[in-house]
């Protein structure tokens, strides 16, 4: 491999979407539009493939629909970018590549890393001379950006080979390159990064420690993947998803200013390459507030999952398919619907046919009884972020349960979920008045309610770390992202090894191997 190979690095594909969604709240006038208008790049619609996958239905006419946008990472060197990138000028790989799910609800997203070294089959893809190539199999996933070498590459079949693969329809593409990259992390004076360790590799110059990085640094620490670990695509993907994740974190901070965000509004503008159902300043800004609502919290990264296969990856199975399946019925990662396409819920005394019934209409204001009182409640962090179950138990002793003690960390749940003994169900239903739209499961037999919290749940900002049991002399746990055993039940663990929720500990999990 030579050394203008090796140097080719990608930039992390969620800045697009971040990008895309900081324009939501742009209110500038049509001069300031017509100036975005004419940044904006787009790609020829006629090399999306005319055979694809269906495109979902409402569930009721009017409903929201899900999303699925595939953000691209281009390494192309040309256009300025060799001067921040390195290397010599020409078409560039997808080196980058996640596939973001938008659930019908609009308040929480699911981004899906492809490792660039996946053997997948490519398509019939369009060239520049409008004839079509044959499929290919066990072919690099990055190397369907460059078929037909077209200056800026080949999104369209990148797309393609996206929608092959998963068997999802992709709604919209976008490339970012590297300038605008570094443009953006300008535009927000920085993004806050854990480095894991000292790097003094291939050019690539980083210090140990949290630090704000913008311009050339912040493209540095997303292209850098020597000198880390085992110099794998792999690890580099973790650092990235926890550089976007600060960089969401960071937008949303500031606030939604026009000093803030005119300037991110046109460096990301100036890095894009788009399909045309975003072509033009008001599309992106249509778009972008059909998501404002998604909030951090709600956010998951997964590394679609992997095996190595010599020098390149495989997908693992059944766990891939179980994933593109999921996001196909628009389901979270542990198999719950939050786009309201399952059948009508049951009455509240009712259960479901898996057992579960939606949380009981109790009345918060009323005072215990003495027997539920006493019921012995179990509190599991199911997301893995410091505090939360600390917080969810103060909520439940505030509410007047004496007997609350907190388990073992257990991340990766997106819904909260409160399981009983039907004897205890008086109780249960108290406690499920604590969580909103929390799920409850009768489970005969166990030793008492279990309160799994989950990414929907908003703790009090109080505490920072989470104890196991209670009371004086209680010792702190190891985060989530640390204990390999915290599988939560019905996630296949391919999926739930590669999980990466977007407001985990920064410095969490950066390395592989």
Same mark, same amino acid.
């Given at each position: 491999?030579?050394?203008?190979?090796?140097?080719?690095?990608?930039?992390?594909?969620?800045?697009?979407?971040?990008?895309? &969604?900081? /324009?939501?709240?742009?209110?500038?006038?049509?001069?300031?539009?017509?100036?975005?208008?004419?940044?904006?790049?787009?790609?020829?619609?006629?090399?999306?493939?005319?055979?694809?996958?269906?495109?979902?239905?409402?569930?009721?006419?009017?409903?929201? &629909?899900?999303?699925?946008?595939?953000?691209?990472?281009?390494?192309?060197?040309?256009?300025?970018?060799?001067?921040?990138?390195?290397?010599?000028?020409?078409?560039?790989h997808s080196d980058t590549a996640m596939l973001v799910h938008v659930y019908a609800d609009h308040k929480h997203a699911v981004g899906v890393s492809i490792p660039r070294d996946t053997l997948v089959t490519i398509p019939s893809c369009k060239l520049p001379s409008g004839t079509w190539?044959?499929?290919?199999?066990?072919?690099?996933?990055?190397?369907?950006?460059?078929?037909? =070498?077209?200056?800026?590459?080949?999104?369209? @079949?990148?797309?393609?080979?996206?929608?092959?693969?998963?068997?999802?329809?992709?709604?919209?593409?976008?490339?970012?390159?590297?300038?605008?990259?570094?443009?953006?992390?300008?535009?927000?004076?920085?993004?806050?990064? @854990?480095?894991?360790?000292?790097?003094?590799?291939?050019?690539?110059? &980083?210090?140990?420690?949290?630090?704000?990085?913008?311009?050339?640094?912040?493209?540095?620490?997303?292209?850098?993947?020597?000198?880390?670990?085992?110099?794998?695509?792999?690890?580099?993907?973790?650092?990235?998803?926890?550089?976007?994740?600060?960089?969401?974190?960071?937008?949303?901070?500031?606030?939604?200013?026009?000093?803030? /965000?005119?300037?991110?509004?046109?460096?990301?503008?100036?890095?894009?390459?788009?399909?045309?159902?975003?072509?033009?300043?008001?599309?992106?800004?249509?778009?972008?507030?059909?998501?404002?609502?998604?909030?951090?919290?709600?956010?998951?990264?997964?590394?679609?999952?992997?095996?190595?296969?010599?020098?390149?990856?495989?997908?693992?199975?059944?766990?891939?398919?179980?994933?593109?399946?999921? /996001?196909?019925?628009?389901?979270?990662?542990?198999?719950?619907?939050?786009?309201?396409?399952?059948?009508?819920?049951?009455?509240?005394?009712? !259960?479901?046919?898996?057992?579960?019934?939606?949380?009981?209409?109790?009345?918060?204001?009323?005072?215990?009884?003495?027997?539920?009182?006493?019921?012995?409640?179990?509190?599991?962090?199911?997301?893995?972020?410091?505090?939360?179950?600390?917080?969810?138990? =103060?909520? &439940?002793?505030?509410?007047?349960?004496?007997?609350?003690?907190?388990?073992? !960390?257990?991340?990766?749940?997106?819904?909260?979920?409160?399981?009983?003994?039907?004897?205890?169900?008086?109780?249960?239903?108290?406690?499920?008045? /604590?969580?909103?739209?929390?799920?409850?499961?009768?489970?005969?037999?166990? =030793?008492?309610?279990?309160?799994?919290?989950?990414?929907?749940?908003?703790?009090?900002?109080?505490?920072?770390?989470?104890?196991?049991?209670?009371?004086?002399?209680?010792?702190?746990?190891?985060?989530?992202?640390?204990?390999?055993?915290?599988?939560?039940?019905?996630?296949?663990?391919?999926?739930?090894?590669?999980?990466?929720?977007?407001?985990?500990?920064? @410095?969490?999990d950066l390395t592989f191997g």
């Open positions: 491999m030579g050394s203008s190979t090796r140097r080719r690095r990608y930039l992390r594909t969620a800045i697009g979407l971040a990008a895309v &969604l900081v /324009l939501s709240v742009v209110g500038a006038g049509a001069w300031f539009y017509h100036r975005l208008d004419n940044n904006i790049t787009t790609f020829d619609p006629g090399g999306i493939a005319t055979e694809r996958p269906p495109a979902p239905a409402p569930v009721t006419p009017g409903a929201q &629909l899900p999303v699925n946008i595939l953000v691209l990472g281009s390494d192309t060197r040309d256009d300025g970018n060799s001067a921040i990138g390195g290397g010599d000028e020409g078409v560039g190539t044959k499929p290919r199999n066990n072919q690099m996933f990055n190397s369907a950006f460059t078929i037909g =070498e077209f200056p800026k590459g080949n999104p369209a @079949c990148t797309q393609n080979t996206v929608e092959t693969l998963a068997g999802l329809r992709i709604d919209h593409t976008i490339v970012v390159d590297f300038k605008g990259a570094a443009a953006m992390a300008d535009a927000i004076n920085g993004v806050d990064v @854990c480095v894991p360790n000292n790097v003094d590799s291939h050019g690539i110059h &980083l210090q140990k420690g949290m630090q704000k990085l913008s311009g050339q640094p912040a493209v540095d620490y997303l292209r850098a993947r020597y000198g880390f670990g085992d110099n794998s695509d792999i690890g580099r993907m973790k650092r990235q998803q926890a550089f976007v994740s600060s960089m969401i974190k960071k937008v949303q901070g500031q606030g939604f200013s026009l000093p803030t /965000l005119l300037p991110l509004a046109d460096a990301a503008t100036r890095s894009l390459t788009v399909d045309e159902g975003l072509g033009t300043a008001m599309k992106l800004v249509d778009f972008a507030r059909s998501l404002q609502d998604i909030k951090l919290a709600d956010i998951t990264f997964v590394t679609a999952p992997w095996r190595f296969a010599g020098e390149r990856v495989q997908l693992v199975q059944p766990d891939a398919d179980t994933l593109w399946r999921l /996001l196909r019925e628009d389901r979270t990662l542990d198999g719950q619907s939050t786009s309201g396409t399952d059948t009508p819920a049951p009455s509240p005394t009712a !259960p479901g046919a898996d057992g579960a019934t939606p949380g009981a209409a109790a009345d918060p204001s009323a005072p215990l009884t003495p027997e539920q009182a006493a019921a012995p409640v179990l509190v599991v962090n199911g997301v893995g972020t410091p505090g939360l179950s600390t917080s969810g138990g =103060e909520a &439940l002793r505030a509410r007047g349960f004496q007997n609350v003690t907190l388990g073992k !960390p257990a991340g990766g749940r997106m819904q909260t979920e409160i399981s009983y003994d039907p004897a205890l169900k008086a109780a249960a239903d108290q406690v499920a008045a /604590l969580f909103p739209g929390s799920r409850t499961v009768e489970e005969p037999g166990s =030793e008492g309610i279990t309160v799994t919290l989950g990414r929907d749940y908003r703790p009090s900002p109080a505490t920072k770390l989470d104890a196991v049991g209670s009371g004086p002399g209680a010792k702190p746990s190891a985060p989530a992202t640390a204990d390999p055993s915290g599988v939560p039940s019905g996630v296949p663990t391919g999926i739930a090894e590669n999980t990466r929720g977007a407001d985990t500990d920064p @410095c969490a």
